[in-house]
């Protein structure tokens, strides 16, 4: 198997040199070598699959159709064997990171940090921002998210629930009063967080199906942390990730509401491109955060 394996690299690695010489020169082979493992090719598979003159190598027929084909298997098993001694050797080398802001200075700096310091190896390029990255073109292994994955072009892998909570003050909550059905947060003032899915649509469950309540305020923030801020001011009621919501809410300075409308809770998500297989120091990092949340839950 090994034998057949070098004869089928061989005629590769000429056609794609241009020429038995070239070949031998880059690969580091003998030029009669490389002709004896051709020649057996074809010889075996009992077809011509080059012309060869002094001057120019072609492919036949049959050696374009041949050549296509392994030319894919060769890149399959190079890329296996890469992804096996990256997944059997310690993490290594840069590993480019996206988060939001917010959630990440609350929330995964710890774990992020931790990892880091547990694998020298790896240097961590971590991106705070609060946009939705084009994890391909800027070149980032993995974003961490909080949504419900919707890119096909993307793999995604859930690492720990969270939650979302409607609140105001206790004072906003006297003056309008409690809202007993997400229709009643049309006619109250409502701060909008400009960077959450959805934006001045907040996406509700009354009686089985999602609905979609459109709301109106005085302030449009694109910071889940400037809602907060301002929802403590008594500017109207937000909806907010319960991991800032949370602290605010046991203290009494916000009042949740509509809990029981709430729908299904987002996760915090490891998105990374489709891809063949998965680098070894990104099959670490999420294997650590998965770990890492099974016992630092989101919103305790």
Known sequence: MSQDLARIRAFVQVFDAGGFSAAARIHGRSKALLSKYVTDLEDYLGARLMNRTTRKLSLTEAGEAYYREVREILSQLDDLDATITEQTAEPRGILRVSAPR?????????????FTRAHPDVT????????????????????????????????????????????????????????????????????????????????????????????????????????LVAAQKGLGFALLPSFLADSAIEKGDLVPVLSEYLPQRPFLQAVYPHRRHLSGKVRALIDYLVAWFETHPVNS
């Not at 917010?102 to 931790?114: K, Y």
């Not at 705070?128 to 919707?150: H, K, N, P, Q, Y």
Request: with cysteine; aromatic share 4%.
């Open 102 to 114: 917010n959630f990440g200075e609350s929330t995964l700096l710890e774990p992020l940090f931790e």
């Open 124 to 227: 961590l390029d971590l991106r705070l921002e609060d946009r939705m990255v084009d994890l391909v073109e800027e070149g980032i292994d993995v974003a961490l998210r909080i949504s419900r994955m919707s890119d096909t072009s993307l793999i995604a892998r859930k690492i720990a629930e969270t939650s979302v909570s409607v609140c105001a003050t206790p004072d906003v909550i006297k003056a309008y009063g409690v809202p007993q059905t997400p229709e009643a947060l049309k006619g109250v003032p409502c701060i909008v967080d400009t960077n959450m899915t959805g934006q001045a649509n907040w996406q509700f469950v009354e009686e089985g199906r999602t609905i979609a309540i459109h709301v109106d305020g005085p302030v449009r923030v694109n910071s889940p942390a400037g809602a």
